[in-house]
């Protein structure tokens, strides 16, 4: 079984990418300096309006979630969990987790990168305001 979605959102000058555990991109259009793990902006949507196949994909402990993210040129790769405790009912927000924490906003827990350990040349690239697409992919045996 495999689902794919493609979020589409920006990055913003305040972009700090330094989150020691998770990173999350938002719907909404304003960052401060406190929001370290938001690599991404005004996107197109939260974790409530992915498609209910993908989200029925992912709610499954042997689900695998692979995202790709890419701005300015600049790509990068997240291996992550889904779990059977995924909610997904965010309105606006999404993040990707290395715990096993869930609540509505988790897509993906065990993710094997976080804002800090994302490239450089990304959190730049966002940090300059680039236009960023999220590529969300997760199968899982079936």
Known sequence: MEAQEII????????????????????GEHLSENGNCIIGVAADKGCAGLSGEFRNILAHDDAVLVTRLFAGGIGSEVRSRGSVHLTLDHPTDIVWRRSTFTCGRTIGICSDRVAATLP???????????????????????
């Open 8 to 27: 589409r959102c920006r990055g913003h000058s305040l972009v700090l990418g330094n989150h020691p555990t998770t990173f999350e991109v938002t719907c």
């Open 120 to 142: 450089q040349e990304l959190i730049a690239a966002l940090r300059n305001g680039e236009e960023m697409t999220v590529t969300l992919t997760v199968t899982r045996p079936g």
